[in-house]
């Protein structure tokens, strides 16, 4: 159905009411001129009246002309910029957000438009924000992604690839040594190959955590506290209270994760010492508590020295549609805050898979 215009609105909204009175009032007059040419004599103004009446509808036809003018004039005024908003928010609609439409009059009509470019320059600086977001974002996925191929790189050529020529060059001698050298030889490359698999196995722990499968949280937190204890100062107290056993395979993982990135943190930058972890669960609300004794930072300044740890937390605290607090200051050491609400599926007589 075709719309119809505030042009033709207008029109319509005048036009028919002043046919109606117009066409009224001519019927009035000629019957009052007619009236009164029964009243006169018929020989002395006979031909007036007809003159009058002729007179009367050239008067009402230029009338309406200058009515309708007047309308169509007013009308075409109205609707000209309500048409330049309605062409605006189209455009707004499709991304052109560098929109500025002048205000002609301070109407009804002048605020509107002010209206619409308030509008129009908050959505512009809305998406702004969105595709700063949006870019912070992906440079954080893409630098954490490079971060990590660079850690597995390291590692496998400081580990499995040293450990690999160790066992290379102790094969090439054993063509040059008697029998009772070859076994001991043997026993060394024996422990090469059992180094080997240990370090093949830790790396494969730090991509996916084989024991958050199997095993409850805690267990996979005290796992991950021996062995970064094992390789850096830090002293780790550990305590967990409730029950995690019902937590879901992505709850688990982004919790461990979340750590896994505190601790990385703590031992490249905070130069601590001690570091105190607390996983809390009540009903349906699971807390973490990080805190360490280190040198502590400025958090308005977090972030700017090219760093993604703060950065990364936030991001899996906020897939877990948790709230991450960070409280630090320069020699006072630094606390992290998770609070997660656990929603659990019920049905009747179904059994979920845990981890």
Same mark, same amino acid.
């Given at each position: 159905?075709?719309?119809?215009?505030?042009?033709?609105?207008?029109?319509?909204?005048?036009?028919?009411?002043?046919?109606?009175?117009?066409?009224?009032?001519?019927?009035?007059?000629?019957?009052?001129?007619?009236?009164?040419?029964?009243?006169?004599?018929?020989?002395?103004?006979?031909?007036?009246?007809?003159?009058?009446?002729?007179?009367?509808?050239?008067?009402?036809?230029?009338?309406?002309?200058?009515?309708?003018?007047?309308?169509?004039?007013?009308?075409?005024?109205?609707?000209?910029?309500?048409?330049?908003?309605?062409?605006?928010?189209?455009?707004?609609?499709?991304?052109?957000?560098?929109?500025?439409?002048?205000?002609?009059?301070?109407?009804?009509?002048?605020?509107?438009?002010?209206?619409?470019?308030?509008?129009?320059?908050?959505?512009?600086?809305?998406?702004?924000?969105?595709?700063?977001?949006?870019?912070?974002?992906?440079?954080?996925?893409?630098?954490?992604?490079?971060?990590?191929?660079?850690?597995?790189?390291?590692?496998?050529?400081?580990?499995?690839?040293?450990?690999?020529?160790?066992?290379?060059?102790?094969?090439?001698?054993?063509?040059?040594?008697?029998?009772?050298?070859?076994?001991?030889?043997?026993?060394?490359?024996?422990?090469?190959?059992?180094?080997?698999?240990?370090?093949?196995?830790?790396?494969?722990?730090?991509?996916?955590?084989?024991?958050?499968?199997?095993?409850?949280?805690?267990?996979?937190?005290?796992?991950?506290? +021996?062995?970064?204890?094992?390789?850096?100062?830090?002293?780790?107290?550990?305590?967990?209270?409730?029950?995690?056993?019902?937590?879901?395979?992505?709850?688990?993982?982004?919790?461990?994760?979340?750590?896994?990135?505190?601790?990385?943190?703590?031992?490249?930058?905070?130069?601590?010492?001690?570091?105190?972890?607390?996983?809390?669960?009540?009903?349906?609300?699971?807390?973490?508590?990080?805190?360490?004794?280190?040198?502590?930072?400025?958090?308005?300044?977090?972030?700017?020295?090219?760093?993604?740890?703060?950065?990364?937390?936030?991001?899996?605290?906020?897939?877990?549609?948790?709230?991450?607090?960070?409280? +630090?200051?320069?020699?006072?050491?630094?606390?992290?805050?998770?609070?997660?609400?656990?929603?659990?599926?019920?049905?009747?007589?179904?059994?979920?898979?845990?981890?």
């Amino acid at each position: 159905m075709k719309n119809i215009t505030i042009r033709r609105k207008l029109l319509l909204c005048f036009a028919i009411p002043y046919l109606i009175v117009i066409m009224l009032a001519n019927v009035i007059v000629i019957y009052g001129i007619r009236m009164y040419q029964n009243e006169t004599d018929a020989g002395s103004s006979s031909l007036v009246p007809g003159y009058l009446i002729i007179l009367i509808i050239l008067c009402s036809i230029i009338l309406t002309v200058l009515f309708f003018s007047l309308i169509f004039f007013i009308s075409r005024n109205v609707a000209k910029p309500l048409k330049k908003l309605k062409d605006a928010t189209v455009s707004l609609g499709e991304g052109r957000y560098f929109l500025d439409l002048p205000v002609a009059n301070q109407d009804e009509i002048g605020a509107l438009t002010e209206a619409f470019n308030v509008m129009a320059h908050q959505v512009k600086d809305s998406t702004r924000e969105l595709k700063m977001e949006r870019y912070g974002r992906m440079r954080s996925v893409i630098d954490g992604e490079e971060m990590e191929r660079q850690r597995l790189s390291r590692e496998l050529h400081d580990g499995i690839g040293q450990l690999l020529i160790a066992i290379k060059l102790r094969m090439e001698s054993l063509l040059y040594q008697d029998e009772k050298d070859i076994k001991n030889s043997i026993q060394e490359l024996k422990k090469y190959f059992d180094e080997i698999i240990d370090e093949v196995r830790r790396i494969s722990n730090n991509l996916l955590p084989s024991v958050l499968e199997a095993f409850s949280i805690p267990i996979a937190f005290r796992n991950l506290f +021996s062995e970064t204890e094992e390789h850096s100062n830090l002293k780790i107290h550990f305590e967990a209270k409730g029950n995690f056993d019902d937590l879901d395979k992505k709850t688990k993982t982004y919790i461990y994760r979340l750590t896994q990135e505190a601790l990385s943190n703590i031992v490249k930058h905070a130069e601590a010492t001690e570091v105190s972890v607390k996983l809390v669960r009540k009903a349906d609300t699971l807390t973490l508590v990080i805190s360490d004794n280190g040198k502590g930072f400025s958090i308005e300044h977090a972030g700017k020295d090219g760093g993604n740890g703060i950065h990364n937390m936030r991001e899996r605290a906020n897939l877990l549609q948790g709230q991450i607090e960070i409280a +630090s200051a320069p020699g006072e050491g630094t606390t992290i805050t998770l609070k997660v609400q656990i929603i659990i599926p019920y049905v009747n007589h179904q059994d979920f898979p845990r981890g």
